[in-house]
Structure formats: structure tokens, C-alpha cells
């Protein structure tokens, strides 16, 4: 639930930094390159370093920045200054232009491209913004944010670990639980998150190592050495080593599922399942532009944020109908539910502290996607400013969505089908010992879900206890069994492993634009109506809209018992039967945050104090969680931009939040079975009837079988 900037103890720093793991710890995906095509499974391929780039077209203003680009703007950057001995590339990414521009922009206009790099210096511990032209080549701001850390660097982990090699007392507490072995201890080193039990006036960059033993090759998660850990300041190069009196023993039992033999006799594997598109796919990739069954839209892999699609619209009578200009996630928190020193702080707020894009792992046909599907490349520039590719970090295929509509008429004997078929656009990251796989699904009915799918291995707590004292208790008189044991705040997984329960939290940013810029938003609540008709009439029930008018009035949450969700509507575009066209926002399974609103974990990550908001558009307000949260107490982002302002035909952004609560069970260990949530945008009267009624029919016949 963290990062994957980590590394063995014994491993040199020096070749740390110039390698990549199987993890890939140098994904720091600012933009998307190339497609490539792939029929075979790939593994783990790394990423490649670029040499040289031609200048590559630019045919949109919103196209991220090239492997061109990338260079020349590190060349920017050195030749200034800016980068170099002491001064770290933390984010390398094209500056959106304003709405307006894109709006207007036609194919053939000339493009402004402009850049924004965030720097940090280790020595000063500064950060700096610095804005570049990249068509004049020329610096057009610097701008010192005081006060603030970036996210973390891939060169903070083994400056870390380098700390604490050479501190005494981490060995010794190494010592104390009979490692000696140094090279099979796995130490992740997290974002400091909340500032519980922590003194930092002077705002130093800080990290907090925990360690796992593991062999090499072997899972990093299965055995933590619970009761050592260290704060790490990497600004004045200290470490405070906390050191519990009490040894928890390893877990010992073999967790390690990259081993057949801890796997056992594998199951008989099933007969082959094959998918084909012998005339190749259905949809069109124009540049970062993807056509298919009237849908349109523009992709990219921005570092932080990950997967981001824009201007979404739906080919409607010959004309192409705007829906949402962008839509991303906009930040995640992953708060965790055990007390004491060691797991009270642990709520990540995983996209500011570490990066979704910047986590990129590459999709292998055949494994995380089908094996036809079209994969993409994407350029980044590390933080030593080395342009390199991550091979197939995005991902576009069409899948089989069952049946799109149906129906059988008795009268008639007849039956009319139509079967669906999907666009899918994906990107996967690995955020230390979860991986989050994005998804959103283009139906041919107009609408658009989105999914994200957690897998991966539970964040263990090591324990003394090998049976479940929870189990073992008689319910009191109201039948309740109330958790007890080393296993109160999570279950007993295995012998000595404990998994904590937490929740999983992800806001979305969505920039609808309906039909026009111009939109109003509204809630609708299914509500029973108490009409005087006797008691055979009492099964009335209506669907109520309230009209939102103001920001302050649309921080809403869910009810399921009212079926709540929300609609954004344009009352200014041509309407069918008086319906303003619209969408909804249709909740799927949720869940509400149990941290105390007044922890620093509800503090820092203030958007889950509500499920869904509306705000005007403002094209720097981002990330939900503030700009930079790896040095937020609490108070920024989305709460602090919320106020009095009319959202009655306005330019809006809708914010929404879906979560998971994760109540671990036996069977998640060694590594879960995957898990999802997510949400569905639909047509509300948008179209005058079932968009998809001009689907041809299904083919009579099937593939012979064999018998």
C-alpha cells in the first residue's frame, strides 16, 4: 500500500541506482508513446533506455510529452541549472492548456506546448516548479514551494537503507532476532504519512523503514520482523531506531508462491480457450486519439495520476456529442485499522506520495490482458533526468460483454439478441505490496464504467499466536463474538501472521461537459409516497431530483436505502420530450471511512469526508488530496476549495470516491485472490431511445466442438 521504490539491504546503492527491478522501480510514466502489438506473453520486460529521439508529430495540445520533448527539456533544465549535483526530477509532465484552447483547437492549428517540472534539491530540501516554453525552449517560471515534500524519489530507499547499515543499533536489533544474513532482509521504506509520535519543526524529508525477511526470489511480504523500525531523516542524516523489548518469532512457514513447491501439486489445468480477431480489432488509435463504435476519446499515463482520458464524446445523428472533457483519479488513501506505534500512522495517500504513473508495471499479454490486446508503450524521464521507455504500460482490447438486450415474444415465437462488445483501456501499478489494475469499459450503449481491481499481498502483522482466540470464544447474550487477541484488529492468516483490516479509497475527477460546458447537477433520491388510497394503494414510490445549486450544498453522501445517484444535465442543449439531455453517476458497492474524523488520517485525506462534490472547473485543482501530501497535516484539497460558489450552469467537475473495506480473510494468504469496485456513468436522457438498437444481430451457427 505504498511504493515500490525498495531494494535489498546488501545490495550496492550505486548499482541500485542505475538499474530497474522486476517491480519496475524506474516507472515514472509522464506520457505515452508508441503502440505495439503483442500475441505472446512477455516477462518482465525492462525498461530501455533512449539514446537519441527524432522529433515526434504533436497533433493535439492535450498529446503528452514526447520522448523528444522529454530530452530537450531535460537539456532546458541542466543547461540552467536546475538539474544536476544534488537536485532531483521528480515529475516531468506537459502543462494542460486551459479548456478554452483545446475547445477551439482544429487539426492543422499551431500548438503551444508547455511543460512543468517539479524539482527537489536534497541539499537545500527545497522544492521548486519550474514552468518551461518548449516551443521558445526557454524557462518561463520558478516557483519555490515552501514548506513542502515531493513525492518520494527512486533514490530515497537506498539512501535510506544506506542510513541504516551503517547505524549500530539497527543492527542490533537485526542481531537481537538471529538475522545476520543481511542480504535476505527486505526493508520497505514508506512516506512518513501521518505525523504521529513525530517532532519535525524544520519540515525534513522523512522515511519509516520496516523490515522483512525473505530469501531471495522469494515473496518480500511473508515474514515482517515485527517490533523494529526506524524513522529515517534523510535531510540531516539521522535514524531513530525503535526497538520493542519483546521478540514476535518469524512466521516461519513458507509464504513464498513464486515457489512450485510451496504451490504443491498444481490442479488439471483447463482445456484452451481461445479469442481471435482474424480481421483485427474494431477500433482506430489516431496519434493518442481512439475511435470505436462512435465512441471517442484521447489517452495518456501521466505520472501521477496514471491513466487520464480526455475529451470523451459520442458520435450521435452524424455529429460528435461532447460528455467529459477529463476524467482520472484524482488521489487515494489506504487507511489502516490497528492501533500502536507501528500502524497507527499508516494511511497512505498513495498517488501524492508516491505516484500511480510513476508505478507502472508492464502488462504481458496473456497474464493481466488478453493476448490479442494491443499494448503501448510509454517515455518518461527518471529523476536523474535519463529518458527511458516503459515497455506496455497501457493496454486497449475489445472483450465480450454478454448480452447487450434481449427479448423472447410468446405471440410472435420470436427472440431478438444483440451481444456486447467492450472497449477496455487498462493500466496496472504496483504500490509496494498491492497491485492496482485501472480499467474503464466503453459499452455500445452509451455508457462507461470504470473499475479498479486490487490484488497482491495483505500488509502482514507479525504475531505471537498460532490459533484464533476470537474463534474460541462462546457469543455473549445478544450473540455477539467480539474480537480479541492478537487478531482484534484483523485475522489470523497463517501461523504468526496477522492481516490488518484496512479500507481502500479512490477519488475520481470528473470534468463533465455534457452537451456544452455550460451544466447543472442534480441528486436523485427513489422515495415511498404516503398517498390516502387505502391499504390495497400503498405501493407508490417516486423518483425525486434536487438541484444542487452551490458547491457547499453538493458535498453529498451515499444512501443505499434511497437508491442515491446523480445526474449532470445540460438545460441549455436541445432537449427530447423536455428531458434536458444528461448523465448519471450510478453508484456500485461502497464503503464509509471508519478513522475518527479527527485523526490525522480523515485529516490528510479530507475528501472521504464525503462521498461525492461538485465544484466550478479550475484547471489546477487536481488532486483531491492537496498538491503535495506527503508533507500535509490535513486541511487541503478538495475541502479547502469548497464554498459558496454557484454550480447552477456552470462549468462543473464532478469528485467521487469509491471504496472497499477489506476485512482480511484465510484464504487472502500467501497473495489474495483479486478483488474490485468501481462505478458506472450512463445516458440519461441523452438519446431520444436504446442507443445500441442499431446493433446487427448475432450470426447463427457456432464453432464446432469437439465431442
Known sequence: MRKNLH???????????????????????????KASSSASSVDSKSDTTVSAAAPEPILHPLDPMTKSELAENVAI????????????????????????????????????????AVLYNIATNETHEVVTDLNSKKILSDTHRKKVQPMQLEEDTPLGIELLKNNPEWMKGLERRGIKDMENVHMEMFVVGSPVN?????????????????????NSFGEPIEGLSALVNLTKKKCMVRDSKDIIPLAGSSSNYFDPATIGKLREPCKPLVT????????????????????????????REG???????????????????????????????????DWVWRSPIDEGEYGLGRLTT???????????????DVPYANSVGTVKVKPSGLAIWEQDGGILWEHHDDDADRTSTRRSRQLVIAHMFTLGNYDYFSQYFFNQDGSIEV????????????????????????????????????????????????GINHQHFFCFRMDFDVDGVKNNVYELNVRPINESRGQLQQNTFVLERNLLRREEDAARDLNEVQSRCWKVVNKNADKYLGHPPGYLIQPGANAYPYSHPESYNRKRAGFLKHHFWTTQYNRD?????????????GGEGLPEWVNADSIDNEDLVCWYTVGITHAPRVEDWPVMPSASMGFKIMPEAFFKRNPAIDIPEPKQGSVPQKK
Open 451 to 498: 473499475k479498479v481491481t486490487l490484488n497482491g499481498d495483505v500488509l502482514a502483522q507479525g504475531v505471537n499466536q498460532k490459533d484464533c482466540e476470537s474463534c474460541a470464544q462462546e457469543p455473549d447474550e445478544e450473540g455477539r463474538v467480539l474480537p480479541r487477541g492478537a487478531e482484534r484488529y484483523g485475522t489470523l492468516m497463517a501461523p504468526n501472521i496477522v
Open 7 to 33: 531494494q535489498f539491504v546488501g545490495i550496492s546503492l550505486s548499482l541500485w541506482l542505475f538499474s530497474t527491478s522486476y517491480f519496475g522501480v524506474n516507472a515514472l510514466a509522464d506520457s505515452v508513446g
Open 621 to 633: 485543482e487536481l488532486f483531491a488530496g492537496g498538491d503535495y501530501p506527503t508533507s500535509s497535516v
Open 77 to 116: 533544465l541542466k543547461d540552467a541549472g536546475k538539474l544536476g549535483k544534488d537536485v532531483s526530477l521528480v515529475t516531468l509532465t506537459l502543462m494542460e492548456p486551459d479548456k478554452e484552447v483545446t475547445l477551439k483547437f482544429k487539426s492543422g492549428d499551431p500548438i503551444q506546448r508547455n511543460s512543468i
Open 276 to 303: 481471435t480477431q482474424p480481421d483485427g480489432p474494431s477500433f482506430l488509435i489516431e496519434g493518442h486519439e481512439v475511435k470505436w463504435q462512435k465512441w471517442r476519446f484521447r489517452y495518456e499515463l501521466d505520472s
Open 307 to 341: 491513466l487520464v482520458l480526455h475529451c470523451i464524446g459520442y458520435e450521435d445523428g452524424g455529429k460528435l456529442r461532447p460528455i467529459l472533457h477529463r476524467i482520472g483519479v484524482s488521489e487515494v488513501s489506504v487507511p489502516y485499522g490497528a492501533p500502536g506505534y
Open 362 to 376: 508492464t502488462l504481458r499479454p496473456g497474464h493481466e490482458v488478453p493476448t490479442y490486446a494491443k499494448t503501448i
Open 198 to 218: 513525530i517532532d519535525n519543526p524544520d519540515g525534513d524529508r522523512l522515511l519509516r523503514g520496516y523490515p522483512y525477511y525473505r530469501l531471495v526470489g522469494s
